[in-house]
């Protein structure tokens, strides 16, 4: 095999391992997606996952000789509709010994297609945690309270990191700030009659459940370094969160204790 087309394969395959990462997935998943391309094209492939860069190191079956490709991690944004494509590609690519060109384009449009609407996501997170509200016993009113604070909470989130470039903790805090003032309204107003409950539920949305789970996964899975990591991303987030909750309290002068 040429050069430039070993060049080829494993600038793809590290491509390919980043989106994954930056998508959300598990070591476990990028592991074996890689190594599934690698095998179709006469390679075998190791990667190595560090907390800003992606490694992929790809050995030649026939040859023996080693190359290493990295790249750096540019951020991270969950989407779980990636993630399943580029598994499908994966699989495509193994039982079909689909050329690279075919495995490129197809890489091009998975990567390109448009997400779901900011405004559906956050109508459906505003839902989904009002549904928290009610799974731990919230009134209507207290349903009501955390759905309008989740809707005006994760629209700031979005609206400050991605059109103002705001660093994602920042928008955390103040996210979680506006979401805890909203949802004080049940004291301050008297609404209802588990203010108490609107007022816990209404930050859970900042939770970063992903990042904990992949973390436990990655853990037992052996990268150790990629998942503490991952934890220590996730418990700042967590700790964002907190300060934020704790300043909407301390403005509205709510007592917790």
């Known amino acids: 095999m040429k050069t430039n087309e070993v060049q080829a394969i494993g600038t793809f395959l590290r491509d390919y391992a980043t989106t994954l990462l930056e998508s959300g997935a598990t070591t476990v998943r990028i592991e074996k997606n890689v190594w599934r391309m690698a095998e179709s094209y006469g390679f075998e492939a190791e990667v190595n996952i560090y907390p800003r860069h992606v490694d992929v190191v790809q050995r030649d079956q026939e040859t023996g000789s080693t190359a290493i490709f990295s790249k750096t991690i540019k951020g991270s944004a969950n989407n779980y509709a990636t993630i399943t494509e580029l598994s499908k590609l994966s699989w495509n690519c193994y ?49 009501t309270i955390v759905f309008v604070a989740t809707l005006c909470g994760f629209y700031a989130k979005g609206a400050l990191h991605r059109k103002w470039g705001v660093d994602m903790r920042v928008a955390t805090i103040i996210a979680g700030c506006i979401s805890a003032i909203m949802s004080c309204s049940g004291y301050v107003f008297g609404w209802g009659t588990t203010p108490d409950v609107a007022l816990a539920t209404s930050v859970l949305y900042l939770v970063p459940g992903i990042p904990y789970l992949n973390s436990v996964s990655d853990l037992i899975n052996g990268h150790n370094i990629c998942a503490t990591s991952r934890f220590l991303q996730a418990m700042i987030i967590t700790v964002c969160l907190s300060v934020g909750l704790y300043l909407g309290l301390w403005l509205m002068n709510i007592g917790i204790l």
Not at 101 to 119: A, D, G
Not at 138 to 143: K, R, T, V, Y
């Open 95 to 143: 039982d079909h010994h689909l050329s690279l060109e075919v495995c490129q384009r197809e890489y091009q449009r998975i990567i390109h297609t448009p997400r779901l609407s900011n405004t559906l996501v956050t109508i459906l997170t505003s839902f989904a945690n009002l549904s928290f509200c009610r799974l731990f016993g919230g009134d209507l009113i207290s349903m």
